[in-house]
């Protein structure tokens, strides 16, 4: 059972091999979003958290992008949120399944993310009717 109790995107968590997933987990569990992202953006694999679970460097990425995308979707709309804030956690979960803001709309990363990331794309749904209303 997960302590965490709102519904997040785990499609990406699921698709890695079980010691794999240990790791994301172990992540999502203690690692603030702003640290995640600064891992995500550094790329450098985590060598000691590899080694500890038997899991080869070339899943790192898999795991840091599903270790986000569930980070953010986590995250419940707001109407305290700023245009800022929304924007920020939009672009970080539509990055972490290399559908990024700056080359896809919203609308089409939600159409191409339904069948795939069913939460993030009723996520993102709900965070983008939200940006509207700020504008």
Not at 11 to 26: N, Q, S, T, V
Not at 78 to 93: G, I, Q, R, S
Not at 100 to 127: C, D, H
Request: glycine letters at 2%.
């Amino acid at each position: 059972m997960h302590l965490i109790e709102n519904k997040y995107e785990t499609a990406g968590l699921l698709k890695l091999p079980p010691h794999a997933r240990d790791i994301a987990e172990h992540l999502l569990t203690i690692t603030p979003l702003h640290e995640l992202l600064l891992i995500w953006k550094d790329g450098t694999p985590n060598k000691d958290l590899l080694h500890r679970h038997h899991v080869p460097e070339s899943l790192w990425e898999e795991i840091i992008n599903a270790t986000l995308l569930a980070k953010t979707t986590y995250f419940l709309p707001n109407p305290h949120f700023t245009k800022e804030e929304l924007l920020y956690l939009m672009k970080a979960a539509c990055s972490s399944i290399k559908l990024p803001l700056n080359a896809y709309s919203v609308k089409e990363v939600i159409e191409m993310s339904q069948e795939g990331y069913p939460v993030f794309s009723s996520w993102l749904t709900s965070f983008a009717k939200q940006l509207k209303q700020k504008v």
